[in-house]
């Protein structure tokens, strides 16, 4: 990704953005982490960066960190670090630092109530949908006239189920192209996505073997369903790039658990897990930062958006990795409000 591309991209995240040079000053941010900071996008370049935290004592401390990312080229976590905003308030953020050209580049989520469902998803999304429509059409056309000319009822279904997924991405493209990204939410039986997606990977050329592990008792979340499954798409995709044969899906509903901030009385526990070499140790701490991929084209924004989607239904993404077990774990409140 080239660096026009690159901003074009980060100016769209919901995430806030920022890029520290090698003096450890600002020099530049994304509107997320400008609105979150109520600061001014170019008031803000050239600021030292110790100047974003708000604990004075943990400034110097701060800088050295900062400064041992840049020497060592190694990346770094810092959790509820709080942060200086616009008219003296603080906000509490988790933040990713990792080398980028010759400073840092800045990853911050900001520990707060998730956003409504009825918000618009970060327009990350919105620039592919430009791309993917035209595709789109022309996979679904060639999917009807395979339909209609074959002879066996196997693969007019596998040409339906093509056909479906074209509607399915190309539904997706135009809300978030036409109606600003606004969520499609209902009622979601999480395990008819689960079925659906062991449909769709018994249609690779190479299926793997698929276990279900399912709890019959877990009812339906409120959320947007298109959204959801591209997510277990993306999870169960990666773990085949990366080398996986066989897949379980696992659902566990869990009572009394913390996300983030939150305590929830229940959530939904959706397990991908598979058998494959597992995650490197140098890509556990950034795995989820925009364009980190353990693959060599790999453009590392599957799990970046997977995550952003997961927080969009004031849920999770974790996950757990050793050699031949690998679980990514998405978790979503079953109940409308919050604690």
């Not at 890029?19 to 900071?37: F, G, K, T």
């Not at 990792?98 to 409504?116: I, K, R, T």
């Not at 997924?165 to 039986?189: I, K, S």
């Not at 990366?242 to 009394?256: D, K, S």
């Amino acid at each position: 990704m080239n660096a026009m591309a690159w901003h074009g991209w980060a100016e769209q995240m919901t995430t806030g953005i920022a890029l520290v040079d090698a003096e450890l000053r600002l020099c530049w941010i994304n509107p997320a982490l400008a609105e979150a900071l109520g600061l001014g996008r170019r008031s803000a370049v050239g600021q030292p960066f110790g100047g974003l935290l708000a604990d004075p004592d943990g400034v110097a401390e701060g800088l050295a960190q900062a400064a041992r990312v840049l020497r060592e080229q190694r990346p770094l976590q810092w959790r509820g670090v709080a942060l200086l905003a616009a008219g003296g308030g603080e906000i509490i953020a988790d933040i990713a630092l990792q080398p980028f050209e010759d400073g840092l580049l800045l990853e911050v989520h900001v520990l707060a109530e998730p956003l409504s469902l009825s918000s618009p998803l970060s327009a990350t999304l919105r620039g592919f949908a430009h791309e993917v429509k035209n595709p789109l059409a022309g996979l679904r056309g060639a999917a009807q006239l395979l339909q209609r000319r074959v002879d066996t009822e196997d693969l007019r279904a596998l040409a339906g189920l093509i056909i479906d997924e074209a509607d399915r991405l190309g539904a997706l493209a135009n809300r978030l192209l036409h109606n600003d990204g606004a969520a499609q939410l209902g009622p979601v039986n999480i395990h008819h996505l689960l079925e659906r997606l062991a449909d769709l990977l018994q249609a690779e050329p190479q299926p793997p073997q698929l276990r279900h592990d399912y709890d019959p008792s877990v009812p339906d979340l409120h959320g947007d369903a298109d959204r959801l499954q591209q997510v277990l798409l993306n999870l169960a995709r990666n773990a085949l790039e990366a080398g996986a044969h066989t897949l379980t899906l696992r659902t566990r509903v869990e009572h009394g658990l913390r996300l983030g901030e939150r305590m929830l009385r229940m959530a939904l526990r959706v397990d991908v897990l598979d058998d494959g070499p597992g995650v490197p140790a140098a890509l556990r701490d950034t795995l989820f930062q925009p364009l980190v991929s353990g693959r060599a084209d790999g453009n590392g924004l599957g799990l970046a958006l997977s995550r952003e989607i997961a927080h969009e239904h004031g849920g999770e993404l974790r996950f757990a990795s050793r050699p031949g077990e690998t679980v990514f774990s998405l978790y979503l409140p079953l109940e409308r409000g919050h604690d």
